[in-house]
T-cell receptor
Framework: DAEITQSPRHKITETGRQVTLACHQT?????MFWYRQDLGHGLRLIHY???????NKGEVSDGYSVSRSNTEDLPLTLESAASSQTSVYFC????????????FGPGTRLTVL | AQSVTQPDIHITVSEGASLELRCNYS??????LFWYVQSPGQGLQLLLK??????LVQGIKGFEAEFKRSQSSFNLRKPSVHWSDAAEYFC??????????????FGTGTLLAVQP
């Protein structure tokens, strides 16, 4: 069955370190998204991509970057981790066709000390 | 700007009782609306979505939602709640481009507790 996976599921890092969170989908979807979930804020969009070599900034993109070199993967990089980036991160994908649905991965819990 | 409001942060219902979770949206055009459920430690699962047509939408797990344009609402309902329905529920509106769901704008969620 097609799926969307994230790794690692849990990560503890230190302030100032570079961190990369992986997202891999086997749906062959064009669209991929990264969200962060924080108490009282719901999910907020960080970056998104409509296809290979395409990336776009979302609502809360400062301090994050993504790259899309193939259809299946959209890694999220925190250039210099800050305590404010402690959160749960979700990756999602959709086929980009009319009426599409976003399918979510299981999430990565990141703690920045 | 587009936005979604879920006025109830936390709701507790008894098992077997009916449930209604409120969702109000602000969107300039005809909205595409979604309800997702998140169990503890899990990702989000789609319960149902509204794109067009019948304003009463049926979803999985016995849930339904009704789109009311005049009230800018998309409330989620279930006639009889089960203990396994305890979870967090998110309403979202799709920011559409070219007829496809571009980005999702989420509400802040409603945490549902179910009493035995």
């Amino acid at each position: 069955d097609a799926e969307i996976t994230q790794s690692p599921r849990h990560k503890i890092t230190e302030t100032g370190r570079q961190v990369t969170l992986a997202c891999h989908q086997t749906w062959n979807h064009n669209n991929m998204f990264w969200y962060r979930q924080d108490l009282g804020h719901g999910l907020r969009l960080i970056h998104y991509s409509y296809g290979v070599q395409d990336t776009n900034k979302g609502e809360v993109s400062d301090g994050y970057s993504v790259s899309r070199s193939n259809t299946e993967d959209l890694p999220l990089t925190l250039e210099s981790a800050a305590s404010s980036q402690t959160s749960v991160y979700f990756c999602a994908s959709s086929d980009g066709l009319a009426g599409d649905t976003q399918y979510f991965g299981p999430g990565t819990r990141l703690t920045v000390l | 700007a587009q936005s979604v409001t879920q006025p109830d942060i936390h709701i507790t219902v008894s098992e077997g009782a009916s449930l209604e979770l409120r969702c109000n949206y602000s969107y300039g055009a005809t909205p595409y609306l979604f309800w997702y459920v998140q169990s503890p430690g899990q990702g989000l699962q789609l319960l149902l979505k509204y794109f067009s047509g019948d304003t009463l939408v049926q979803g999985i797990k016995g849930f339904e939602a009704e789109f009311k344009r005049s009230q800018s609402s998309f409330n989620l309902r279930k006639p009889s709640v089960h203990w396994s329905d305890a979870a967090e529920y998110f309403c979202a509106v799709g920011d559409m481009v070219g007829g496809a769901t571009n980005k999702l704008i989420f509400g802040t969620g409603t945490l549902l507790a179910v009493q035995p």
